[in-house]
């Protein structure tokens, strides 16, 4: 079985540029998450699908981030413009169905960004 | 905050001994999970117990939970250089709309060989 993809693994980008990951989940898999991992914590959720539907986009800093799950399968993340802080590695999780509590979830390698 | 804070923050064992790593939580929990993390990879999926299970093994993994405490515990036994990564709990709560995972800081394992 195929696990989460990611892309890219590794970005630098200047300050005040773009940038965009791609996450496509494990096949069957309805919930998407994007967690937001600066170095030395734990993953922060950024926001979670399902299906094509947002769940929980409370901790995604709008003004400057935006993710979209289009036909409910793979997913974008786009961060413009990008600032010092948003140096991190961005996770895409996925899992089984998620109603009234949380199963396994299924991390990909992650894409991590360096700003300069 | 769900957060789930996990102690010691770090932990130097030798091969071959056992590894305990507790975590503590403030909410009420649907369930909590344990993840492993080594340096530059994903998170992998260690064990889940549900908040009406006491305790559960896997391999060599023993997780408890005591929801009267609002603490869980992981055991590693027989440690392993292998085993060196870092390890998060994560708790899931319903948040009335949704369940949510929340991840704890982490806690960074050392076995030396």
């Known amino acids: 079985e195929a696990g989460v993809a990611q892309s890219p693994r590794y970005k630098i980008i200047e300050k005040r540029q773009s940038v965009a990951f791609w996450c496509n989940p494990i096949?069957?898999?309805?919930?998407l998450y994007w967690y937001q991992q600066i170095l030395g914590q734990g993953p922060k959720l950024l926001i979670q699908?399902?299906?094509?539907?947002?769940?929980?986009d409370s901790q995604l800093p709008k003004d400057r981030f935006s993710a979209e799950r289009l036909k409910g399968v793979d997913s974008t993340l786009k961060i413009q413009p990008a600032k010092l802080e948003d140096s991190a590695v961005y996770l895409c999780a996925s899992s089984l169905v998620t109603g009234v509590s949380t199963g396994e979830l299924f991390f990909g390698e992650g894409s991590r960004l360096t700003v300069l | 905050s769900q957060q789930g804070e996990e102690d010691p923050q770090a932990l130097s064992i030798q091969e071959g001994e056992n590894a305990t790593m507790n975590c503590s939580y403030k909410?009420?929990?649907?369930?909590l999970q344990w993840y492993r993390q080594n340096s530059g990879r994903g998170l992998v999926h260690l064990i889940l117990?549900?908040?009406?299970?006491r305790e559960k093994h896997s391999g060599r993994l023993r997780v408890t939970l005591d929801t009267s405490k609002k603490s869980s515990s992981l055991l590693i036994t027989a440690s392993r250089a292998a085993d060196t990564a870092s390890y998060f709990c994560?708790?899931?709560?319903?948040?009335?709309?949704?369940?949510?995972?929340?991840f704890g800081k982490g806690i960074t394992l050392s076995v030396r060989p």
């Open positions: 994560a708790t899931d709560a319903y948040t009335g709309a949704n369940s949510k995972l929340t």
């Open positions: 699908f399902q299906n094509n539907g947002v769940v929980d």
């Open positions: 096949s069957g898999h309805a919930t």
């Open positions: 909410t009420s929990i649907n369930n």
């Open positions: 117990i549900r908040s009406n299970e």
